[in-house]
């Protein structure tokens, strides 16, 4: 679907069914990737899309940021690298985990892993490094505003934030099942998906302190953006 004001929306474009992942913009286009069948597909508007075979298969969770795309093959120890989101080189990460999500901030990369400590930073996408989250929690969502990353679990387990995603600090969020998080407009804001309530928001202006609030309904929420 797609729409230019995010009020009207609509169905169509050619983009075929499929496992699609991690929506980025950058240089013009829209990107998507298809880890099953190891496709790029890109356009410039979001109804016409262009499709391109991955030579690096299995990807999934990308990102775009200091003009590189990296992406993620979960469960591995493999991820990738592209300046043009078409071309992609393997690199490969100091350890094996369920890479979950990936985020861009401050001149690195960092990605943390599902149901694990593990994580990892690179300053160029190319070269990465290990570091440890303070619990083995079902992480699912990290983002970077306010000078830190910030990382939250599903279900009782919390999260964390770090300056530079090296060295990270705990910190309680609740017993919510937390989805997705961004950063804009000053504030960090989290969804958390039916299986806990269905309707509360966390948010918080320095990934330190955090409020409550919540939805107008209970849903199954699994995004969230800001523009």
Known sequence: AFSDDGIN??????????????????????FTINGDNNTIAYSPDGVTWSYKTNSVTGLTKMCYGGKKFVAFKTASNVAAYSTDGLSWTTVYLPQSGKWYAVTYGNGRYVAIAYEDTKCVYSDDGVTWT??????????????????????????DYGGAYSDDGVTWTAFSSGKHTWSDMIFGKDKFVAIESYAGTGKTVLYSPDGINWSESTLPSTGNWTAITYG
């Open 9 to 30: 929306w609509f169905s169509g474009g050619n983009l075929t069914y499929g496992n699609w992942s991690s929506l980025c913009y950058a240089n013009g286009y829209f």
């Open 130 to 155: 290990s570091s440890t989250l303070p619990s083995g929690s079902k992480w699912v969502t990290i983002a970077y505003g306010a000078g830190k990353f910030v990382a939250l679990s599903s279900g």
